[in-house]
């Protein structure tokens, strides 16, 4: 028989760490609190699953992990990724170097990993919630998982917890970090990260969502924090998009201590200042008896024009021939400079990740904790956070391929 190995935890970290306990030869249990497994998997990538990406770089991941990144991603890249779902059936597709599965679907992912883990004969266990892994006195070298409802030998564990991100069905609750610190493993404070951000109520916003390509950079005071492009969006409360949820990472500490924090837009992310000077000598060469309106009507979308004008306190009647060539000049400069005044993230709920966790300092190359011979973890349970991206999900799997496979190969 081999070892009995128990992951806590059946997500993506948790669940790819069995298969590989179990093809290893493992005698393997998974301890799920939800009603079934990956359950936030399923809803990835707007329920396209973003498995990994061939862009793989350790500084696409937080500070603190980039050096162990580097270790990691060199053991278990995306080319193992794609190898390993090829080998339970999910052949992948890449858009751009962001690879997802060829149907087009999250659960497509998931149940391959159900399936694998039926035929390897993993026991599954789920509605029964985690709640210590203690030593086993009785022979010092095993432990006892604790769950609400029963206790389990084990001689590895490895515990695949998840964060504090996503909607309440993905039970995403944060049971992780207190198991691990009463293991006397290490912690740093924790934030949502990849997510948007409410704006103050004074803020002007169109009254219809938007979506348009744009620059955007926060400033901590006159302090540039971080910039990144792509489609942002603006709701009636905040902004959100790819770009916005890039830059969380680094901005969410700040937001959450409430330092003010300013996000400035620039509409005409691709004109350097020689390019959109030309644009605008011939915009203002339309000063002629058309409204403010028709005026800006092709230059951005409406919802922008009517946000800029708002906030610029202009009505969109005026006529162009009654405002002066630098009032106008000003107008369009405007669009590469529209200010939010930070209030709020949106919080864990709508969050993508968890950034902070359990310390690495605690944990060896091949995923063991310090100081617990036999005991292992997996995923964003971990101080490791990504760019939005595949970078999240190539985490769960890299820590779980590499803990699945130490826990059930460890020396009796
Ligand atoms: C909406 C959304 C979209 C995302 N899209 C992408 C994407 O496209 N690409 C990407 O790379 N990343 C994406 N992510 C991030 C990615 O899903 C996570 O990084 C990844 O799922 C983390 O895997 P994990 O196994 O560590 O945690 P989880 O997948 O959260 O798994 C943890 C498991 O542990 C269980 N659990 C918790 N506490 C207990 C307990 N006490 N006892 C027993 N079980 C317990 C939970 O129920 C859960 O099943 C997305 C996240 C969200 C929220």
């Known amino acids: 028989m081999g070892k009995k190995v128990y992951v806590a935890g059946g997500g993506a970290a948790g669940m790819c760490a069995a298969v590989y306990a179990a093809r290893n030869g493992a005698d393997v249990t998974i301890i799920e609190k939800n009603t079934r497994l990956g359950k936030k998997l399923s809803v990835t990538g707007n329920g396209r699953c973003n498995l990994t990406n061939l862009d793989m770089r350790p500084e696409y991941y937080n500070k603190a992990a980039e050096g162990r990144m580097k270790t990691w991603l060199s053991l278990y890249g995306p080319e193992e990724t794609i190898r390993f779902f090829k080998s339970i059936g999910v052949i992948v597709k890449s858009e751009d170097g962001y690879i997802y599965p060829v149907s087009g679907q999250a659960s497509t992912v998931v149940s391959a990993l159900e399936n694998e883990i039926k035929r390897l004969k993993v026991k599954v266990i789920t509605e029964s919630q985690v709640k210590a892994v203690k030593r086993d006195e009785s022979d010092g070298s095993s432990y006892l998982l604790i769950t609400n409802k029963d206790k389990y030998r084990a001689d590895s564990v490895i515990l695949a917890l998840g964060s504090l991100s996503g909607a309440k069905s993905t039970m995403s609750t944060g049971d992780g970090y207190y198991i691990c610190k009463q293991l006397g493993m290490g912690y740093k404070d924790t934030y949502p990260a990849l997510v948007g951000f409410k704006c103050e109520a004074g803020d002007v916003m169109p009254d219809a969502g938007v979506r348009a390509g744009a ?14 492009s792509g489609e942002l969006q603006i709701s009636k409360d905040g902004i959100s998009g790819i770009p916005v949820m890039q830059a969380s990472r680094e901005v969410i500490k700040f937001v959450t201590e409430k330092k003010p924090i300013v996000a400035s837009a620039d509409f005409f992310p691709d004109y350097d200042d020689s390019d959109f000077e030309a644009l605008k000598s011939d915009m203002l060469k339309l000063r002629d008896d058309r409204t403010l309106e028709e005026f800006l009507l092709g230059f951005a979308n409406s919802n ?8 610029m306190k202009l009505s969109p009647s005026m006529h162009m021939k009654n405002i002066a060539e630098s009032m106008a000049s000003c107008i369009l400069d405007r669009y590469r400079d529209i200010r939010f005044n930070i209030t709020d993230s949106y919080g864990y709920l709508q969050s993508q990740v968890t950034t902070g966790g359990m310390s690495l300092g ?9 100081g617990n011979p036999g005991i292992f973890c997996a995923g964003e349970l971990l101080d490791v956070d990504g760019r939005c991206g595949g970078y999240n999900l190539q985490f769960a799997w890299t820590s779980g391929s590499i803990a699945g496979t130490a826990a059930s190969s460890m020396a009796d």
Do not use: H, P, Q
């Open 304 to 311: 922008i024009n009517d946000m800029v004008l708002k906030k």
């Open 215 to 228: 620059r955007i950079s926060f400033f901590l005071g006159d302090e540039l924090i971080t910039s990144e």
């Open 362 to 370: 605690d944990i060896g190359d091949d995923m063991s904790v310090a």
